[in-house]
């Protein structure tokens, strides 16, 4: 059974610092997502990362994948107080020809302060 | 806008009651998704649809079911409802049976009382 684990799931910060939020998962996976979420409001799609040592910016908002340590990171930089928000990672596995549904981790509420 | 669309944004409804949510998927988009979130069991998956196809199951209770029509559209039935229902139900599609395009919807939160 694929699971999925954050942390911090809680995280107050001040503008202008860096920090990183780390995804494990227990089993291999087909593919790796990044969403934000505010709230009350949908998941928006922020990083689909596909392959070992992928990594992908937009923004003050980097995320990478290491398959071997089953491992995600999404680093921020230079935070700015519009990117409060909760950031989930989530799985995916592929089995009997498709996709399963995708695995939550349980989010990282990130607070960011002036 | 992603393109999902789901219908009622909000519902309020009795326990012991019974509830339809609604899916309009993006187009061309043939699978489906439901999830769950709720302060409890965070986001969970339900059930995917897969061109009228059931195609994968999660977390769906028993009093819980799906169907995919052949216009692609999907609903999600909730039967004899509990307090422990309420929650924020999200649909997602993407173009194939592989994720590939992964999109959510706004969700409906059901409430129950």
């Known amino acids: 059974e694929l699971k999925v684990e954050q942390n911090p799931l809680f995280l107050s910060m001040q503008e202008g610092k860096n920090y990183t939020i780390y995804c494990n998962y227990s089993t291999t996976s087909d593919r790796l997502y990044w969403y934000r979420q505010d709230p009350g409001k949908s998941l928006e799609s922020l990083f689909v990362?596909?392959?070992?040592?992928a990594v992908k910016q937009e923004g003050r908002l980097m995320a990478s994948l290491d398959t071997k340590a089953r491992l995600s990171t999404l680093h921020i930089t230079a935070a700015v107080h519009d990117l409060s928000a909760t950031y989930f990672c989530?799985?995916?596995?592929?089995?009997?020809?498709?996709?399963?549904?995708?695995?939550f981790g349980k989010g990282t509420h990130l607070i960011i302060q002036p | 806008d992603s393109g999902v669309t789901q219908t009622p944004k909000h519902l309020i409804t009795a326990t012991g009651q019974r509830v339809t949510l609604r899916c309009s998927p993006r187009?061309?988009?043939?699978?489906v998704y439901w999830y769950q979130q709720s302060l409890d069991q965070g986001l969970q998956f339900l059930i995917q649809?897969?061109?009228?196809?059931?195609?994968a199951k999660g977390n769906i209770l028993e009093r819980f079911s799906a169907q995919q029509f052949p216009d692609l559209h999907s609903e999600l039935n909730l039967s004899s409802l509990e307090l422990g229902d309420s929650a924020l139900y999200f649909c997602?599609?993407?173009?194939?049976?592989f994720g590939y395009g992964y999109t959510f919807g706004s969700g409906t939160r059901l409430t129950v009382v």
């Open positions: 989530a799985a995916l596995l592929y089995s009997g020809g498709g996709a399963d549904g995708l695995t």
């Open positions: 187009s061309g988009d043939l699978s």
């Open positions: 649809y897969y061109n009228g196809e059931e195609r």
């Open positions: 990362l596909l392959s070992n040592g």
């Open positions: 997602a599609s993407s173009v194939d049976g």
